[in-house]
Nanobody
Framework: VQLVESGGGLVQAGASLRLSCAASGRTFDINGMAWYRQGPGKQRELVAG????????YYADSVKGRFTISRDNAKNTMYLQMNSLKSEDTAVYYC????????????WGQGTQVTVSS
């Protein structure tokens, strides 16, 4: 599975951005996808996740009410709509795809930089 993120950039606080993650390869049995981020000097953290059918969605408390995760299975693309951006949202955002199994498989994109100026 190959994942390519896009949509990052430099914005002012309060602005919006939409990140995209295009998946290719063996995607038919991917169980879940997620967005992670890693800010300067911080560990990578889970921002939002969504199951293959979209029935289960998770958000980190820090982004609830501001970010919306979605996926278009027909296009093999996942999105993260980010509204009311804050300076603390500044990070490299990574797309993740997860396949259940023994052992499970995890795939990562190269990351896209989001910088929010205050």
């Amino acid at each position: 599975v190959q994942l390519v993120e896009s949509g990052g950039g430099l914005v002012q606080a309060g602005a919006s951005l939409r990140l995209s993650c295009a998946a290719s390869g063996r995607t038919f049995d991917i169980n879940g996808m997620a967005w992670y981020r890693q800010g300067p000097g911080k560990q990578r953290e889970l921002v939002a996740g969504i199951t293959s059918g979209g029935g289960h969605i998770y958000y980190a408390d820090s982004v609830k009410g501001r970010f919306t995760i979605s996926r278009d299975n027909a296009k093999n693309t996942m999105y993260l709509q980010m509204n009311s951006l804050k300076s603390e949202d500044t990070a490299v955002y990574y797309c993740n795809a997860h396949r259940l199994g023994d052992p499970p498989d995890d795939y990562w994109g190269q990351g896209t930089q989001v910088t929010v100026s205050s």
